[in-house]
């Protein structure tokens, strides 16, 4: 399916179906190996063709929903066009609140280089005006600062005093949350 959704600078940002599932599933082996201690356990089929075409065909079920939507990253000066990041945006609320989660995640190829950053903001700009979000929270562990600094350039602030906690590789780890409203 690979269909982008949003252009940046230096950027694609796709939504990808399940027959995409071989090229996610490389970019999920390359970006679990660098960003693993801040991840939680992935499932037993994950790295597998099969677990990918069954998760990215749930998540266009929950994107046509209107539940979520993952957008996957490609440089545009990549000649293969391989995935080098992805954004998730899910659990939208679309009642009173009109609010999501945000998460993004980036392969070390990729990273420290602006490109997400760049996603991030377009991201953020899009969740209000196209998805017609009111607010936007990541959850991010303050044990992670170049998470924490990230989510500050992007317009999210940390919410005082409110913490929550995620299960991390075997364990459980306190999240500070971070938002932005508009």
């Given at each position: 399916?690979?269909?982008?959704?949003?252009?940046?600078e230096?950027?694609?940002?796709?939504?990808?179906?399940p027959?995409?599932?071989?090229?996610?599933?490389?970019?999920?082996?390359?970006?679990?190996?660098?960003?693993?201690?801040?991840?939680?356990l992935?499932?037993?089929?994950?790295?597998?063709?099969?677990?990918?075409?069954?998760?990215l065909?749930?998540?266009?079920?929950?994107?046509?929903?209107?539940?979520?939507?993952?957008?996957?990253?490609?440089?545009?000066?990549?000649?293969?066009?391989?995935?080098?990041?992805?954004?998730?945006?899910?659990?939208?609320?679309?009642?009173?609140?009109?609010?999501?989660?945000?998460?993004?995640?980036?392969?070390?190829?990729?990273?420290?280089?602006?490109?997400?950053?760049?996603?991030?903001?377009?991201?953020?700009?899009?969740?209000?005006?196209?998805?017609?979000?009111?607010?936007?929270?990541?959850?991010?562990?303050?044990?992670?600062?170049?998470?924490?600094?990230?989510?500050?350039?992007?317009?999210?602030?940390?919410?005082?005093?409110?913490?929550?906690?995620r299960?991390?590789?075997?364990?459980?780890?306190?999240?500070?949350?971070?938002?932005?409203?508009?």
């Amino acid at each position: 399916m690979n269909t982008t959704i949003l252009t940046t600078e230096r950027l694609w940002l796709r939504v990808m179906g399940p027959r995409d599932n071989e090229a996610v599933r490389g970019y999920f082996r390359r970006a679990w190996t660098f960003g693993e201690d801040w991840l939680p356990l992935p499932p037993d089929d994950f790295f597998t063709l099969q677990g990918q075409r069954r998760r990215l065909a749930a998540e266009e079920e929950a994107r046509h929903a209107g539940q979520s939507l993952r957008l996957f990253l490609v440089r545009r000066d990549d000649p293969l066009e391989r995935i080098c990041g992805d954004i998730w945006i899910d659990c939208i609320e679309r009642t009173v609140r009109r609010a999501a989660i945000i998460e993004c995640r980036m392969e070390e190829r990729s990273s420290r280089k602006g490109y997400m950053r760049e996603a991030l903001t377009a991201v953020i700009g899009y969740s209000n005006t196209a998805l017609g979000l009111h607010r936007l929270e990541a959850l991010i562990a303050p044990a992670h600062p170049a998470a924490c600094r990230l989510a500050e350039r992007c317009g999210l602030q940390p919410l005082e005093g409110v913490m929550c906690w995620r299960r991390i590789g075997l364990g459980w780890v306190e999240h500070q949350v971070y938002a932005v409203e508009w």
